[in-house]
T-cell receptor, first 115, second 115 residues
Framework: AQKVTQAQTEISVVEKEDVTLDCVYE???????LFWYKQPPSGELVFLIR??????QNEISGRYSWNFQKSTSSFNFTITASQVVDSAVYFC????????????FGQGTRLTINP | DSGVTQTPKHLITATGQRVTLRCSPR?????VYWYQQSLDQGLQFLIQ???????AKGNILERFSAQQFPDLHSELNLSSLELGDSALYFC??????????????FGPGTRLTVL
């Protein structure tokens, strides 16, 4: 069965600090997708990134970067120079690459950026 | 705005009642997923429909049912409601359940409160 673990329940940092959110996953599939979603206080789920299991290149998008390491089954998310607007709950998710492709979510990490 | 619409935004009802949540997928998306976000269970997959047919079931209670109509909108029916059914219910849509088009776009959610 697929499983996603986000061991950090809550993180609180001061604005402009860098912060890394950890995500560890379990799957028997050789091909799968990994995702990060952001849930701001307003409640909607905002897609941030999707990663194919065959693509282990790290990705950077502005202040956001993702580190995918298949060897350790991890897909960590780093926010550089954090801002108050980054405060949200962040979810890591895993999907099989065939069939229903339902998302299996981690428990989420609540990130608070203090001014 | 993801292009996925959900109505109503909020729903307050009493135990034992029945409610219907509605979802309209993004234009062109054939697949609809329902997820439940509760405090104790986190975000979990309920059911998926693809082009009108049920494709996959997750942890969906027997008191819950869903369907996808010919115009591709979907409804999630929750009956004999219990306090524990209070949650945020998300609908997501994607182009197809297979291949590279795996990104699921989430609606704003329906917050159900059972009193």
């Amino acid at each position: 069965a697929q499983k996603v673990t986000q061991a950090q329940t809550e993180i609180s940092v001061v604005e402009k600090e860098d912060v890394t959110l950890d995500c560890v996953y379990e799957t028997r599939d050789t091909t799968y997708y990994l995702f990060w979603y952001k849930q701001p206080p307003s409640g909607e789920l905002v897609f941030l990134i999707r990663r194919n299991s065959f693509d282990e290149q790290n990705e950077i998008s502005g202040r956001y970067s993702w580190n995918f390491q298949k060897s350790t089954s991890s897909f960590n998310f780093t926010i550089t120079a954090s801002q108050v607007v980054d405060s949200a709950v962040y979810f890591c998710a895993l999907s099989e690459a065939s069939g229903a492709q339902k998302l299996v979510f981690g428990q989420g990490t609540r990130l608070t950026i203090n001014p | 705005d993801s292009g996925v619409t959900q109505t109503p935004k909020h729903l307050i009802t009493a135990t034992g009642q029945r409610v219907t949540l509605r979802c309209s997928p993004r234009s062109g998306d054939l697949s609809v997923y329902w997820y439940q976000q509760s405090l104790d269970q986190g975000l979990q997959f309920l059911i998926q429909y693809y082009n009108g047919e049920e494709r996959a079931k997750g942890n969906i209670l027997e008191r819950f049912s869903a369907q996808q109509f010919p115009d591709l909108h979907s409804e999630l029916n929750l009956s004999s409601l219990e306090l524990g059914d209070s949650a945020l219910y998300f609908c997501a849509s994607s182009v197809t359940p297979g291949g590279a088009e795996n990104e699921q776009f989430f609606g704003p959610g329906t917050r159900l409160t059972v009193l």
